[in-house]
């Protein structure tokens, strides 16, 4: 009897412990569970929701700089023939005035110059539209006189030049006549105005008349001024 109660105590023993354990694992079991939820749900945020995108700074393909000083931009005694399709009245040819302004039948005075053609004839067509039902507005430039460069010092011919297409320094001087005979072509440069401000620009004559690099050899800009010593 003895060793039938001892037995029957061990048995208690070992479901007990078993039932202890057994709570245990399930409830680190649950834990477990309720904690790899969040995990997913974290993970599954990751990889569903796309990053954000920032706006790039640079300009799309195929898309121009305006900046770029090869660009027309319309400018100070540059004639200007606008033409509005099926209204003589209302078109006609400008001369841009020193104070950047054209004057046009119905629109009075207006502000143009550092405009494209493009934005210019878009803003025409959307102020005539006050006027017209649908106002088709063409820009044409007549005249260029604005993009002007200067060519000071010990050249044949200095003075003021027309840059209606691209130029170097050195076919602006050859265009000059070349430099004169006791011009310093070692010590050229270049003042350009960049964000308010003059920065000179050296110029490396020999290097240039080398053609070893293009790069030697300045593009000019509108409002440049070369200076040979």
């Known amino acids: 009897m003895l ?19 057994l709570g245990s694992l399930a409830q680190n079991s649950a834990v477990v569970a309720n904690a790899n939820p969040e995990s997913e749900s974290k993970t599954a945020g990751v990889k569903g929701v796309k990053p954000d995108v920032k706006a790039s700074s640079k300009p799309a393909e195929g898309t121009v700089s305006s900046d770029d000083p090869q660009i027309y931009h319309i400018g100070v005694e540059d004639e200007l023939g ?17 104070d950047g302004m054209i004057t046009l039948p119905l629109l009075n005075d207006l502000k143009v110059t ?21 106002p088709q507005v063409t820009v044409i430039v007549r005249q260029i006189r604005s993009r002007k460069i200067y060519l000071l010092g010990e050249v044949i011919r200095p003075g003021t030049y027309q840059l209606n297409t691209s130029k170097t320094v050195l076919q602006l001087i050859a265009e000059a006549g070349g ?24 110029f490396h004559y020999k290097k240039a008349m080398s053609g070893s690099k293009v790069s030697d050899d300045i593009v000019l800009q509108p409002g440049d001024m070369v200076v040979v010593p």
Do not use: C
């Not at 606008?82 to 020193?98: F, G, K, M, T, Y």
């Not at 934005?119 to 959307?126: A, K, P, R, V």
């Not at 004169?180 to 050296?202: E, H, M």
């Open 179 to 202: 430099p004169a005979p006791y011009a310093k072509v070692g010590s050229i440069f270049v003042i350009r105005q960049k964000n308010g401000t003059q920065v000179r620009l050296p």
């Open 3 to 21: 060793r039938i109660e001892l037995a029957r105590g061990a048995v208690r023993v070992v479901i007990l412990v078993s039932a202890l354990v």
């Open 82 to 98: 606008i033409s509005v399709w099926h209204e003589p009245d209302l078109s006609s040819n400008v001369v841009v005035r020193p």
């Open 114 to 134: 550092g405009m494209t053609t493009r934005e210019l004839q878009d803003m025409l067509t959307d102020k005539l539209k006050e006027f017209l039902k649908e």
